[in-house]
């Protein structure tokens, strides 16, 4: 998931570069209008590595994986503040 706060009036150039910067894969970009700022949300639909610690199940399972999106930096200009990514792991429906 990735997630980044528009620059006030530029919620619209967010979203039109993170649906092309999906380039193609599988994901949804959802907008989130919020009264200290708008967000662009994305969903990148990676194939999904197993979590290497599953010892404690899949409710704490955790990666050591870095917790960025395979996504190019946005245009200046276009966030306030540092976009911010996290990897899930799917669990429920099961793929």
Known sequence: MWEA???PGRLTDL???AVAAL???KGEVYL????GGDLVV???RLPDAAPTDVAAGPDTATTNE???APLPPPPD???AGTPHAWPF?????AH
């Open 23 to 25: 380039g193609g894969r």
């Open 5 to 7: 706060r528009a620059t």
């Open 32 to 35: 989130s209008r919020q009264p």
């Open 66 to 68: 870095p917790a960025t």
């Open 89 to 93: 792991h799917q669990v429920h429906p």
């Open 15 to 17: 979203r039109d570069w």
């Open 77 to 79: 200009g276009l966030v």
């Open 42 to 44: 994305m969903i990148l």
